[in-house]
């Protein structure tokens, strides 16, 4: 899914805006000024188009997520896991951790 402004496509396909899209598991929705991407496995992303965005995770996910957004265990502790499984020391440093080339 790539979303630039109001302007959405999957796969290459564009969604037009406002129209709910469905396919294999991932909707995408147009909730007042946001644009919203659910997934079947229990993950939703909505974006205000400029520099807003939430990331929400089904209850049955908690403790089994990885990454920038965190392991979902309500302990400070492990918020910046790295890949490795050592604990950054700066939120710098665990972002850099999660770069991808």
Avoid: M, Q
Avoid at 41 to 68: M, N, S
Avoid at 72 to 82: E, I
Wanted: aromatic share 8%; charged share 20%.
């Amino acid at each position: 899914v790539v979303a630039e402004g109001r302007n959405v496509s999957v796969n290459g396909a564009a969604v037009p805006e406002g129209r709910p899209y469905l396919h294999k598991g991932l909707g995408v929705t147009w909730p007042g000024d946001w644009v919203a991407v659910a997934s079947s496995l229990g993950v939703r992303v909505a974006w205000d188009g400029h520099l807003a965005v939430t990331v929400t995770a089904e209850p049955e996910l908690r403790g089994g997520t990885w990454g920038l957004c965190g392991t979902y265990t309500d302990d400070p502790a492990d918020d910046f896991a790295r890949p490795d499984g050592d604990i950054a020391a700066t939120a710098a440093a665990f972002g850099r951790a999660w770069k991808v080339p």
